[in-house]
């Protein structure tokens, strides 16, 4: 079983629906959980932290967690075609040693 | 403020040739990170120092692999008698150290030919 699995698209969604991504992990320990979004060519960039259970929104992003049943979600409102990307869940698997686990990532394609 | 820089941002080798790839962390950040990401594929974890130690070097796939952080800002990514497989994007993250938000340098796209 892989640490981190993404629902793997492509996702294609009309501009101004709400985008939604899945993302499952493998370790109950994990503390931190973060989603990238990274544009052909180009370096992931963060986009959304989250450590506690619950919703935390920023803009037109809404990350959810979801520590009991192992569950990170993101949601995309308003999706723009500037919001086609692919987006990276990752997962810090211990509190002392932030490296990241990533999933393969999900493809968003928003159409105009 | 500046990000994290990488150079060089391509490089085109021969197999069984050694490369060094540099990173640049942002100014401050304690935290350093050495990913490589495959096409198709998330980032991969290879090497996270902190400071000028390497605190976890569970990622580097073989003894091929080494990295330094000699006075706890640059690092350099050394890979000794390349391989063909090890063609992938190299990307370093920098993090201050707190909650574990990482930030991406632009990478150094690697061929081995």
């Known amino acids: 079983q892989k640490e981190v699995e993404q629902n793997s698209g492509p996702l294609s969604v009309p501009e101004g629906a709400i985008a939604s991504l899945n993302c499952t992990y493998s370790d109950r320990v994990s503390q931190s959980f973060f989603w990238y979004r990274q544009y052909s060519g180009k370096s992931p960039e963060l986009i959304m932290s989250?450590?506690?259970?619950g919703d935390k929104e920023d803009g037109r992003f809404t990350a959810q967690l979801n520590k009991a049943s192992q569950y990170v979600s993101l949601l995309i409102r308003d999706s723009q075609p500037s919001d086609s990307a692919t987006y990276l869940c990752?997962?810090?698997?211990?509190?002392?040693?932030?490296?990241?686990?990533f999933g393969a990532g999900t493809t968003v394609t928003v159409r105009a | 403020g500046a990000g994290v820089s990488q150079t060089p941002s391509n490089k085109v080798t021969e197999k069984g040739k050694y490369v060094e790839l540099r990173c640049d962390p942002i100014s401050g950040h304690t935290a350093l990170y050495w990913y490589r990401q495959s096409l198709g594929q998330g980032p991969e974890f290879l090497i996270y120092f902190q400071g000028t130690g390497a605190a976890d070097d569970s990622g580097l796939p073989n003894d091929r692999f080494f990295a330094v952080r000699p006075e706890g800002s640059v690092s350099t990514l050394k890979i000794q008698r390349t391989e063909r497989g090890d063609s992938a994007v190299y990307l370093c993250?920098?993090?201050?150290?707190?909650?574990?938000?990482?930030?991406f340098g632009p990478g150094t796209r690697l061929t081995v030919t």
């Open positions: 990752a997962v810090s698997l211990r509190s002392n040693d932030y490296k990241l686990s």
């Open positions: 989250i450590y506690s259970n």
């Open positions: 993250a920098s993090s201050p150290g707190t909650r574990g938000e990482q930030y």
